[in-house]
């Protein structure tokens, strides 16, 4: 394989409960008729979000303020609430042992992704990449990681993605990578089953990025 890339919320760092929390208390409850599921929109763009709930549910709220919620509960998230996945260093270690280039593809703005990655020291990467600097759909749909791809010259079939959400892996699937679906408290109920395979702890994620290394 000839590069490694994360998502990063649910992979890098654990925020989707505190992302779940505000779907509940809030884009779910006050801004969105019907009753979405969270893994309708878990790994979509905020943008994205508010389009799809729109479309499919119809929401409440006008756009400007419904984004600035959002930007409002992402600063809360990323640099007070959310905290590293467990054994997020070794993972990314395991990978830079091996001088495999490694990045993070995620749907967030790039600025809550530098937030991320220097309140963690997540650093190096040879890639941070926002779904927002693809001029196309996001997550569920494969541009994000052809692109990413592209940016650290692999082929998709030559790259790992860790993912955790269904709309995360469909994207990263359809792009034709290798697909590593991660299971964990936040998306222990979910089919990950789309992806190429899934792993749930710390442990077998080394071991498996390990042994895709070696091929």
Not at 155 to 177: K, L, M, Q, Y
Request: proline share 5%.
């Amino acid at each position: 394989m000839d590069a490694v890339l994360f998502d990063m919320d649910g992979v890098l760092v654990a925020s989707e409960a505190h992302w779940h929390a505000f779907e509940d208390d809030y884009v779910f409850a006050e801004a969105t008729d019907g009753d979405p599921a969270h893994e309708e929109v878990t790994g979509m763009n905020y943008r994205e979000i508010y389009d799809y709930l729109d479309r499919e549910y119809g929401v409440r709220v006008d756009r400007a303020a419904f984004l600035a919620a959002y930007r409002e509960r992402a600063r809360e998230t990323y640099l007070d609430l959310a905290e590293p996945m467990t054994g997020v260093q070794d993972a990314l270690r395991t990978v830079r042992d091996r001088d495999v280039p490694t990045g993070v593809v995620s749907s967030a703005r790039r600025r809550w992704i530098g937030w991320t990655l220097a309140r963690f020291d997540l650093e190096p990467l040879d890639l941070a990449m926002s779904a927002e600097e693809v001029r196309a759909p996001g997550k569920p749909e494969p541009h994000v990681y052809e692109a990413a791809a592209s940016r650290v010259d692999a082929d998709p079939a030559d790259c790992v993605v860790i993912e955790d959400s269904p709309n995360g892996i469909r994207s990263a699937v359809d792009a034709g990578t290798h697909c590593v679906a991660y299971r964990g408290a936040s998306n222990a109920d979910l089919d990950l089953s789309y992806a190429s395979e899934v792993v749930d702890s710390p442990g077998s994620l080394r071991a498996r990025l390990d042994a895709l290394l070696a091929e």
